[in-house]
Nanobody
Framework: QVQLVESGGGLVQAGRSLRLSCAASGRILSINVMGWYRQAPGKQRELVATTRGGSTNYADSVKGRFTISRDTAKNAVYLQMNSLKPEDTAVYYC??????????????????WGQGTQVTVSS
């Protein structure tokens, strides 16, 4: 299958910045969309930002503060988070959807999640 590994979380003060990274590995043939989601304690997982082809999509709560970018050669996606707020505190998850080569071998679709990285913003 396809594995995603995130890095870059941590504890920061409000107003500061963090950059999250996520790299996909495996027998990947193509990745159609990559994105970031987050889940705060007691809340459902929500979309933060996605990138598909040359287009990007952001949650209203992060527009103007967060920027998603992708390195297709490295099968990687990044999330630059500026002007962080305490309400941004959550576990951030990377997601990727695309096509990979199975053991048969034959192409098959995948949708994979990373293990999550904690972002804590103090006031």
């Amino acid at each position: 299958q396809v594995q995603l590994v995130e890095s870059g979380g941590g504890l920061v003060q409000a107003g500061r910045s963090l950059r999250l990274s996520c790299a996909a590995s495996g027998r990947i043939l193509s990745i159609n969309v990559m994105g970031w989601y987050r889940q705060a304690p007691g809340k459902q997982r929500e979309l933060v930002a996605t990138t598909r082809g040359g287009s990007t999509n952001y949650a209203d709560s992060v527009k103007g503060r967060f920027t998603i970018s992708r390195d297709t050669a490295k099968n990687a996606v990044y999330l630059q988070m500026n002007s962080l707020k305490p309400e941004d505190t959550a576990v951030y998850y990377c997601n990727a959807e695309g096509v990979y080569l199975t053991q048969i071998p034959s192409p098959a679709g995948f949708s994979s999640w990373g293990q999550g990285t904690q972002v804590t913003v103090s006031s």
